[in-house]
Nanobody, 116 residues
Framework: QVQLVESGGGLVKPGGSLRLSCAASGSIFSINTMGWYRQAPGKEREFVAE???????HYADSLKDRFTISRNNGEDTVFLQMNSLKSEDTAVYYC??????????WGKGTLVTVSS
């Protein structure tokens, strides 16, 4: 079992930045991938970025120039640095972790609102 707690969401003006954090607890020794998804109002949840245990990163093509994912050395926290935010980035951002055995866990989400 893995528990996830996201933080860092909030209201930001267009062009601003936010840094999201997701702290994992529980069976963190078995975590392989850590990542972020988002769901905008009225839309499907979509992939944002992920980072593997070996710190390889993957991004949604449309976001890779503005978003950066990273992971702490303790391997239990993942970050998402979001720059040059746009109104279309408004969404609930969910943390996701994948274990070595294949199970996946989700956080409850943190709301990011980009508005002037």
């Amino acid at each position: 079992q893995v528990q996830l707690v996201e933080s860092g969401g909030g209201l930001v003006k267009p062009g601003g930045s936010l840094r999201l954090s997701c702290a994992a607890s529980g069976s963190i020794f078995s975590i392989n991938t850590m990542g972020w998804y988002r769901q905008a109002p009225g839309k499907e949840r979509e992939f944002v970025a992920e980072i593997t245990k070996g710190h390889s990163t993957h991004y949604a093509d449309s976001l890779k120039d503005r978003f950066t994912i990273s992971r702490n050395n303790g391997e239990d926290t993942v970050f998402l640095q979001m720059n040059s935010l746009k109104s279309e980035d408004t969404a609930v951002y969910y943390c996701n972790v994948g274990l070595d055995v294949g199970a996946h866990y989700w956080g409850k989400g943190t709301l990011v609102t980009v508005s002037s």
